[in-house]
C-alpha cells in the first residue's frame, strides 16, 4: 500500500516556476514507478511525466518537454515535479500517482495509487 500526498501548487504568473512535491507512505516506494498527472475541469486526465523506481530514467507529454523536471529521492520518499517557463495552458489539477510496471507507465490503468491533488493556476 501506498499512500500519496502532493504539495507545492499555487497560483503564478505565465513564465515563472513551481515545484510540486508527492510525499509517499509505504514500503514499496523506491520499487514503484512515479508519474505525474494533470486534469482540467471536462477534460480527460492527461499524462505529464514519469519517472522508473530508480531515478535514472524519465518521460515527458510533449507539451511539457524542455520546462518541465522529474525527480525522485527515494531516501525521502518524494518525487519532484519542477516546472518552469509556465504558461497559462498548464492550469491544471496535478496529481501524483504510483505504478508497480517497470518503465515510466503512460496510461492511467498501468497506476495503482494516486494522490488528492494540487492546483496550479497560471496567469498571463
Known amino acids: 500500500q501506498v499512500q500519496l500526498v502532493e504539495s507545492g501548487g499555487g497560483l503564478v504568473q505565465a513564465g515563472d516556476s513551481l515545484r510540486l512535491s508527492c510525499a509517499a507512505a509505504?514500503?514499496?516506494?523506491?520499487?514503484?514507478?512515479m508519474g505525474w498527472f494533470r486534469q482540467i475541469p471536462g477534460k480527460e486526465r492527461e499524462f505529464v511525466a514519469a519517472i522508473n523506481w530508480g531515478g535514472g530514467s524519465t518521460y515527458y507529454a510533449d507539451s511539457v518537454k524542455g520546462r518541465f523536471t522529474i525527480s525522485r529521492m527515494n531516501a525521502k520518499n518524494t518525487v519532484y515535479l519542477q516546472m518552469n517557463s509556465l504558461k497559462p495552458e498548464d492550469t491544471a489539477v496535478y496529481y501524483c500517482?504510483?505504478?508497480?510496471?517497470?518503465?515510466?507507465?503512460?496510461?492511467?490503468?498501468?497506476?495503482?495509487?494516486w494522490g488528492q491533488g494540487t492546483q496550479v493556476t497560471v496567469s498571463s
Open positions: 500517482a504510483a505504478s508497480p510496471k517497470l518503465g515510466f507507465p503512460y496510461y492511467q490503468y498501468e497506476y495503482n495509487y
Open positions: 509505504g514500503r514499496t516506494f523506491s520499487s514503484n514507478a
